[in-house]
T-cell receptor, first 111, second 116 residues
Framework: TQLLEQSPQFLSIQEGENLTVYCNSS?????LQWYRQEPGEGPVLLVT?????EVKKLKRLTFQFGDARKDSSLHITAAQPGDTGLYLC???????????FGKGTLLTVNP | DTGVSQDPRHKITKRGQNVTFRCDPI?????LYWYRQTLGQGPEFLTY????????KSRLLSDRFSAERPKGSFSTLEIQRTEQGDSAMYLC??????????????FGPGTRLTVL
């Protein structure tokens, strides 16, 4: 069973601060995805990373996939209240189409 | 371009009743997935379809749960004899044809089930 551990579980910061959240596993993944979920809604896909060491940027968000494809990080620069939400990492392996999710990091950005 | 839609958005039922949820995937997406999410947890996989074929079911999917995708388009998830432990958000996702290693799934807004 593939397990994804996300840290921290909760994060509360002030607007303008930088932050990094982590997604770790002992398993190697074919690809890893980051989602953001708001209360009462479904997860929204932010990015997919597939190559070890890959870095992708989405405006103020920077995603990195570990060299060994076992871990990933999400860095947000100059956080804004609109970044508030539950950040989930999810991964699949081999020929398996189902996604395994971490428990998420609940981010609150205070104005 | 419409995304994944789910109906109803909220369902309140009494223990022992049957409920059915519907999911309409993004058009031309051949794979459709059902997940369940409880408070403080990430979504957990329940089952998935490739076209009309149900290819995998989780152990979480007890005999009281059944899912169908009869024409390879929309899907339904039925829960019979609901229990309070079934209270959760039921999420549907779809993905386009492609290799498993690049499996981008797009989620609907979910159906929030409350069993009293």
């Amino acid at each position: 069973t593939q397990l994804l551990e996300q840290s921290p579980q909760f994060l509360s910061i002030q607007e303008g601060e930088n932050l990094t959240v982590y997604c770790n596993s002992s398993s190697v993944f074919s690809s890893l995805q980051w989602y953001r979920q708001e209360p009462g809604e479904g997860p929204v896909l932010l990015v997919t990373v597939v190559t070890g060491g890959e870095v992708k940027k989405l405006k103020r968000l920077t995603f990195q996939f570990g060299d060994a494809r076992k871990d990933s990080s999400l860095h947000i620069t100059a956080a804004q209240p609109g970044d508030t939400g539950l950040y989930l990492c999810a991964a699949s392996g081999g020929s398996n189409y189902k996604l395994t999710f971490g428990k998420g990091t609940l981010l609150t950005v205070n104005p | 371009d419409t995304g994944v839609s789910q109906d109803p958005r909220h369902k309140i039922t009494k223990r022992g009743q049957n409920v059915t949820f519907r999911c309409d995937p993004i058009s031309e997406h051949n794979r459709l997935y059902w997940y369940r999410q409880t408070l403080g947890q990430g979504p957990e996989f329940l089952t998935y379809f490739q076209n009309e074929a149900q290819l995998e079911k989780s152990r979480l999917l007890s005999d009281r749960f059944s899912a169908e995708r009869p024409k390879g388009s929309f899907s339904t998830l039925e829960i019979q004899r609901t229990e309070q432990g079934d209270s959760a958000m039921y999420l549907c996702a779809s993905s386009p044809p492609g290799l498993a290693f690049y499996n981008e799934q797009f989620f609907g807004p979910g159906t929030r089930l409350t069993v009293l």
